[in-house]
């Protein structure tokens, strides 16, 4: 389990620097990002990528500089997200990923540094 919260950011793909703009975002901010995983969600180059950030007093600022990016929709704050870890082996691939949100975990969404939703 996590010790802070799963952000989710909703963003287009615009240049190969899409996930250092992402992990900058928090790091300038000295916020630690404990792991990140994402995927392509359409054809449209829309991604979704899931941070788990641990708590900062800077946890705002960084995610209302984050929703206001270019290429980013929004951006949403889940409280009480469940994270654990297990590996299973698939062709000799080792996996390691397992991250449940329930339906009553969103506490915030911001789309360009205003509260939505």
């Known amino acids: 389990m996590v010790r802070g919260k799963v952000i989710r950011v909703v963003c287009y793909y615009r240049d190969a620097s899409l996930l250092e703009m992402l992990v900058g975002t928090f790091r300038k901010l000295l916020i630690d990002i404990s792991w990140f995983c994402g995927g392509v969600v359409d054809e449209s180059g829309l991604y979704e ?3 788990g950030v641990k708590d900062s007093p800077n946890l705002l600022t ?3 500089d984050l929703s206001t990016s270019v290429s980013v929709s929004s951006v949403e704050i889940f409280d009480n997200a469940d994270t654990s870890d297990y590996t299973s082996r698939d062709d000799g691939i080792t996996k390691i990923v397992k991250i ?3 339906s009553q975990s969103k506490s915030d969404c911001y789309s360009w540094g ?3 939703g």
């Open 62 to 64: 960084a995610i209302l």
């Open 114 to 116: 205003e509260r939505c």
């Open 100 to 102: 449940y949100i329930s």
């Open 49 to 51: 990528v899931y941070l």
